[in-house]
C-alpha cells in the first residue's frame, strides 16, 4: 500500500509540474485584433467589439481594418516593414480569432502554425448560421510570429449574430478579468 500511495504522489507532482510548466501566465499590455472571417460585417463585428472591450482595460489595442487596405489580404501583416511599424505604434502581440465550428466539444490543437502560415489558411465559417445552437471560437496570441497563448471560446445558444457577439464579449470579459489584462 505504501508503494502505491509513493508512486501516486510521484505521478500527482509530475502532473502537476508539467502543467506548470506548459501554463505559462499570460497577460495583455497591447494587441492588433485579426477576425478571420470572410465576411466583411462579420470581421467588423469582432474586431471593433473586441477594441472596446480591450480599451476598457487599458490595453493599447488597433484592428486589422485599420492597416489592411479594403479589399487586401491581410497576409501583409506578417510583412516586416508593417510589423516594424506596428512597433513603433507600441504593438507587438497580434490576435488571431476565427470560427472553430458549430455544435461539437472541440479539442485545442496540438500544433500552431506559425503567424505567416496561419494567416494564409482560410476560414469559412461565418459568425452565425441559422442551424447552429453554439459556435466555437479559437483566440490565438502570436508574438515574434510565434504562437504565446491558445484558447477555444465556446458559446452557447445562439440565435443571431448579435446574440453570438453579445455573449462572446461577455466570456472575453471574464478572460480578460480573470487572466490576460495585467
Given at each position: 500500500m505504501k508503494t502505491y500511495l509513493t508512486i501516486f504522489t510521484l505521478l500527482i507532482g509530475f502532473h502537476f509540474s508539467t502543467f506548470a510548466q506548459h501554463d505559462e501566465p499570460f497577460t495583455l499590455s497591447n494587441v492588433l485584433v485579426i477576425a478571420q472571417q470572410d465576411e466583411l460585417s462579420d470581421r467588423y463585428s469582432i474586431e471593433v467589439g473586441l477594441?472596446?472591450?480591450?480599451?476598457?482595460?487599458?490595453?493599447?489595442?488597433?484592428?486589422?481594418?485599420?492597416?489592411?487596405?479594403?479589399?487586401?489580404?491581410?497576409?501583409?501583416?506578417?510583412?516586416?516593414?508593417?510589423?516594424?511599424?506596428?512597433?513603433?505604434?507600441g504593438i507587438d502581440t497580434y490576435l488571431l480569432v476565427s470560427v472553430r465550428g458549430y455544435n461539437n466539444r472541440f479539442s485545442p490543437s496540438e500544433e500552431l502554425s506559425d503567424f505567416s502560415?496561419?494567416?494564409?489558411?482560410?476560414?469559412?465559417?461565418?459568425?452565425?448560421?441559422?442551424?447552429?445552437?453554439?459556435?466555437?471560437?479559437?483566440?490565438?496570441?502570436?508574438?515574434?510570429?510565434?504562437?504565446?497563448?491558445?484558447?477555444?471560446?465556446?458559446?452557447?445558444?445562439?440565435?443571431?449574430?448579435?446574440?453570438?457577439?453579445?455573449?462572446?464579449?461577455?466570456?472575453?470579459?471574464?478572460?480578460?478579468?480573470r487572466d490576460w489584462a495585467e
Open positions: 477594441l472596446q472591450l480591450f480599451n476598457q482595460y487599458n490595453i493599447q489595442s488597433m484592428a486589422s481594418l485599420n492597416v489592411v487596405k479594403r479589399g487586401g489580404s491581410p497576409d501583409v501583416l506578417a510583412n516586416d516593414s508593417v510589423q516594424t511599424s506596428l512597433e513603433n505604434k502560415e496561419e494567416l494564409q489558411l482560410g476560414h469559412l465559417f461565418p459568425l452565425f448560421r441559422e442551424s447552429a445552437t453554439s459556435v466555437t471560437f479559437t483566440f490565438t496570441f502570436y508574438r515574434e510570429n510565434k504562437p504565446v497563448h491558445y484558447e477555444l471560446i465556446k458559446i452557447g445558444s445562439v440565435g443571431s449574430t448579435d446574440a453570438v457577439m453579445k455573449k462572446l464579449l461577455k466570456k472575453v470579459n471574464r478572460r480578460l478579468k
